[in-house]
């Protein structure tokens, strides 16, 4: 029943930054573990980042130390900051909210790479 919104996708050249963002409506956002995955065409969907109710992080190995998943409770938001963008990075990036078995997905958001 929580609804995500994904914004801030788009166009960049590769080394490039994008900032992407997840708006959670309808419950308690302070509870939820949230994650950012990714989707390449032809490809299976990827865990990239998660953050834990108490701020833990963690992720993938392709991105670590590229991207930064970080959370505003106040704001029910969840961001994912991108730099050095890469052309293997291009995918649609979905936002995942997870409390107990429950669990929610947004539209997703299209993140192309390229020159």
């Known amino acids: 029943q929580v609804q995500l919104v994904e914004s801030g996708g788009g166009l960049v050249q590769p080394g490039g930054s994008l900032r992407l963002s997840c708006a959670a409506s309808?419950?308690?956002?302070?509870?939820?573990?949230m994650g950012w995955y990714r989707q390449a065409p032809g490809k299976q969907r990827e865990l990239v980042a998660l953050?834990?109710?108490?701020?833990?992080?963690n992720y993938a190995d392709s991105v670590k130390g590229r991207f930064t998943i970080s959370r505003d409770n106040a704001k029910n938001t969840v961001y994912l900051q991108m730099n050095s963008l890469k052309p293997e990075d291009t995918a649609v990036y979905y936002c995942?909210?997870?409390?107990?078995?429950?669990?929610?997905w947004g539209q997703g958001t299209q993140v192309t790479v390229s020159s």
């Open positions: 953050i834990t109710s108490g701020g833990r992080t």
């Open positions: 995942n909210l997870r409390v107990g078995s429950y669990e929610s």
């Open positions: 309808g419950s308690i956002f302070s509870i939820y573990a």
